[in-house]
């Protein structure tokens, strides 16, 4: 690129001249916004839309200084850049160890209270190593698992053969040539837990004719067991819960916890051994407790090879937007540096907070996409005022003239993007806080990097362009056809064109298209009729949407598509959809249990816990104790007796020693099981046992591993509710600051809500529940709904037009184009992620692709129209 030190004026003259006529309109200013609101306006909205226009003016000075100094030392604003990026993209050396994948950590609340009730059980009743209970784990635990299921019957002699077969190879099966299951296994009295199913045929296929199982709890001798955990899609014959047939066997194998290291490795060994399990009369399924974590982390690779892909795409489409027929005049740099400006931005914000030490979360990995789109969008802003400013002029003008126009508006989107997503930060999510935080500042970087080093992009183009000289070869080029030349080089050699008339770069023809055509018809009477009819259509599906809306974020959503969970959850679904968890409720106080008193206060309780539609029994040890009594004619009203003999009972069914705490002859605290099934939500489950346990004047607590999970139910709606709520009031704050009329500030939050309503709206009839997933969208959404609504409002207030009409048309004629190209833009930088086998990522792309949608339709047709409702709609003072 040439040098224009000859056509600038030099930096002294810059401050001599447009400093002190600056100064003396600031001092104007100043006198005008102390003397005007008293002279002209009376009321409180006419002196706030003056006040608001003297700091956008103010603003405006401010960023037309900034950039005729980057248009003077253009080098200064391209290195420093490049050189701050690298320093703070060094962060990424520290990539491996701040990444934080553990799904409880990061989608389950911080403050849930089932993690306080966890910590109560762990407290209370310390699990014991030598008699493995699952039924009384506080958490998901250690195991293996896989279902065996068949499209007939499995309690065959041939199929159940083949469950033995499996059974026998899992149990055998030599990790690392140094142990087996029987070395890691979870065990009771010395032995490793076993299948009840298993047990009940003696590991014999040949039984199968010889036992009569019963369902849902098979009995023998003083022995019962839970058959409802072992047999699926069970077909009992009429009037008798005798088991005719079943189509699916669950197996499993819990392990120790002591030694991780090595009960993973044997978990891994399983995975390998079971997926090369096949037979001709059995299907299985598998997965370990593990086995959600490992699949969870590989989906950030899913997504790597994507990357390259989707830069391809935006470069491509970048090219085809800024391309001009003209050599001289084609933006294709600009844009090239827009990529790179926005890439910059990323590994700075990324870098930054790698180096603080932020917890890296997989759900981090979309944001370049989210990213990409947003600086693009400043970038064609940036492009279309740098278009509409004079070509004669000075390049250091130039820019002055590009930022006085573009800075306010892609300011205004970079603080609602930012601040939205910093007010995200403030949920109990550690995915979402993860996310909101490393977006947050790389938008931030994205900003600056556009307003010094994509500004010193253009301002080292318009020397070439000032220059005449060709776009790639930097060739000084004639600007008409010299003659004697063929029109080939006219089209590779010729070019520096310009309008005579208004000495600006000729207009694009969809610039012409909005100003000719959309424009006119946008503001005819009929077709402002229509597009509240169609406003009111889309507000209505939205609504119904809204309604539909289910909340919780289903664990099998985090493993990949193709993953050997999505089969084994498939499963459970389908042959054990009846049974739900064992619940454990807690009595967190002394209770004198021999009494009467105490008794039914107690069973009442439990008969309020039965009579809700979604449990099915009760196992405790009291009401089991009570059995043993009448049985054996023990009396058991007085304390020494009731203590005594407890200590029997207990010898005689020590695994119910675990369910109680002792202190010294009095009970402080025990607990009992209830069976739930899946008759209804999980959540309503869980709020459900929590509200009959408040009711009950005894003091209860309910607390099942899964419930960890479940609190995300309680919080999620409320949360994101109180989030977008916060965050549209702050960018009404902003708009009224920036936006020089308050009206039109109102209008752009208007379009925030309706967007917001719109995307939530569409995402539930699209298929996606509120989880926290969906959350960092809908907060994400917040900040790009206001995009394209600001640009177009701003452009509104901003016009000189005197009608209201011919305001929206010039609005539209000047941002229109450029709001569709960063809308593609966008698009394009998030569709390749529907292509994802990641759930997560393909909710990203949804969401996003709805707020664009939205977003576009809003301030290309909503807003402008709307806007003309009120001529008073222009600029106070």
Not at 380 to 402: E, H, N
Not at 406 to 415: D, E, K, N, R
Not at 595 to 617: A, P, R, T, W
Request: hydrophobic share 45%; with cysteine; proline share 3%.
């Amino acid at each position: 690129m040439g040098s224009s030190s000859s056509m600038e004026p030099s930096m002294s003259s810059f401050t001599n001249g447009t400093h002190s006529s600056l100064n003396s309109e600031l001092e104007d200013e100043e006198l005008a916004c102390s003397m005007e609101p008293i002279v002209r306006y009376n009321s409180y909205m006419h002196f706030n839309g003056h006040l608001n226009d003297c700091i956008e003016r103010r603003l405006c000075m401010f960023f037309e200084m900034m950039g005729h100094f980057i248009g003077s030392h253009p080098w200064w604003f391209l290195i420093v850049p490049l050189v701050l990026s690298a320093s703070l993209g060094s962060g990424f050396i520290f990539l491996q160890d701040r990444i934080s994948n553990n799904i409880e950590e990061e989608f389950t609340p911080f403050n849930g209270q089932a993690k306080m009730e966890r910590k109560y059980i762990q407290e209370t009743f310390p699990g014991n190593d030598s008699m493995f209970s699952y039924l009384r784990l506080s958490t998901d635990g250690n195991f293996a698992s896989f279902i065996a299921a068949s499209d007939r019957n499995v309690l065959t002699v041939e199929s159940f053969q083949d469950i033995l077969d499996l059974d026998f190879k899992v149990r055998n099966m030599l990790v690392n040539q140094s142990f087996k299951y029987s070395d890691v296994c979870a065990k009771v009295r010395g032995s490793c837990i076993s299948n009840d199913i298993l047990e009940i045929f003696d590991y014999n296929a040949t039984h199968i004719g010889k036992v009569i199982l019963t369902f849902p709890w098979y009995h023998s001798g003083l022995s019962r067991f839970p058959l409802y955990l072992s047999l699926g899609s069970v077909t009992l014959y009429e009037g008798t819960s005798v088991v005719r047939s079943a189509k699916a066997i669950q197996l499993y194998y819990h392990l120790r916890e002591d030694d991780k290291t090595k009960t993973d490795l044997w978990l891994e060994s399983f995975i390998n051994l079971v997926s090369k399990a096949s037979s001709a009369s059995i299907q299985v399924s598998y997965s370990t407790s593990m086995s959600m974590q490992w699949e969870f982390e590989k989906s950030p690779d899913s997504v790597i090879y994507l990357f390259s892909i989707t830069y391809a795409i935006v470069i491509t489409f970048l090219i085809m937007s800024c391309w001009r027929l003209d050599n001289v005049r084609t933006k294709v740099w600009v844009a090239s540096c827009g990529v790179l400006s926005t890439g910059l931005g990323v590994l700075s914000g990324f870098g930054a907070m790698l180096l603080v030490g932020q917890p890296f979360v997989m759900t981090v990995a979309s944001c370049p996409f989210m990213i990409l789109g947003i600086g693009l969008d400043d970038m064609f802003i940036m492009v279309s005022c740098w278009q509409r400013t004079r070509v004669l002029d000075s390049v250091p003008d130039r820019l002055a003239d590009t930022y006085k126009e573009a800075a306010i508006s892609i300011t205004i989107t970079t603080l609602t993007d930012a601040l939205a997503l910093f007010l995200g930060y403030n949920t109990p999510f550690g995915s979402v806080q993860s996310f909101c935080l490393y977006a947050g500042v790389s938008i931030c970087f994205c900003y600056l990097y556009c307003i010094t080093f994509l500004g010193a992009c253009m301002a080292l183009n318009g020397q070439r362009e000032a220059g005449n000289r060709h776009w790639f070869t930097c060739a000084k080029i004639p600007e008409d056809l010299p003659s004697g030349n063929s029109k080939g080089f006219s089209m590779c050699c010729v070019g520096g064109r310009y309008d005579r008339m208004t000495e600006k770069e000729e207009t694009e023809p969809m610039s012409h298209f909005f100003e000719k055509f959309y424009g006119p018809f946008l503001t005819h009477k009929i077709t402002k009729v229509c597009v509240f009819l169609i406003y009111a259509g889309y507000l209505a599906v939205s609504i119904y949407g809204c309604v539909m809306l289910k909340e919780g974020l289903d664990t099998k959503n985090l493993a990949l598509d193709d993953s050997y969970l999505i089969n084994y959850y498939d499963s459970q679904r389908q042959h054990f959809s009846e049974y739900s968890s064992n619940v454990m409720v807690a009595v967190t106080q002394p209770l004198l249990y021999w009494k009467e008193e105490d008794q039914n206060q107690l069973h009442s309780c439990i008969s309020n816990f039965e009579s809700l539609n979604f449990v099915n029994g009760t196992l405790a040890w009291f009401l089991m104790f009570e059995q043993y009594a009448n049985a054996t004619n023990t009396n058991i009203s007085s304390q020494t007796a009731f203590l005594t003999n407890l200590q029997r009972f207990l010898n005689f069914s020590p695994m119910f020693k675990q369910d109680i705490n002792f202190a010294g002859n009095e009970i402080q605290a025990s607990r009992f099981f209830i069976q739930t099934l899946m008759n209804t939500d999980e959540g309503d489950m869980m709020t459900g046992l929590r509200k009959t346990a408040e009711d009950c004047p005894i003091n209860l607590l309910v607390y099942h591993p899964s419930f960890i999970y479940f609190d995300q139910y309680t919080v999620i709606a409320d949360n994101t509710i109180q989030t977008m709520l916060v965050a549209v009031a702050v960018m009404l704050v902003i708009s009224l600051l920036l936006i020089p009329n308050p009206l039109c500030s109102i209008w752009v939050c208007f379009a925030i809500s309706s967007v917001i309503v719109g995307v939530t709206g569409f995402m539930v009839l699209w298929g996606v529940n509120l989880d926290s997933i969906s959350m960092i969208n809908l907060v994400m959404c917040i900040g790009f709904s206001v995009d394209f609504s600001a640009h177009i409002s701003y452009a509104f207030v901003s016009s000189q037009k005197s009608d209201v009409n011919e305001k929206a048309i010039d609005a539209l004629a000047n941002l229109g184009y450029p709001v569709v190209q960063g809308a593609l833009s966008t698009i394009l930088g998030v569709v390749v992620l529907s292509m994802s086998g990641s759930y997560i990522f393909r909710t990203f792309f949804k969401i996003v692709f709805l707020v664009i949608t939205f977003g576009l339709l809003h301030g290309l047709m909503f807003i402008p129209v709307f806007l003309t409702l009120f001529g008073i709609c222009g600029k106070w003072c």
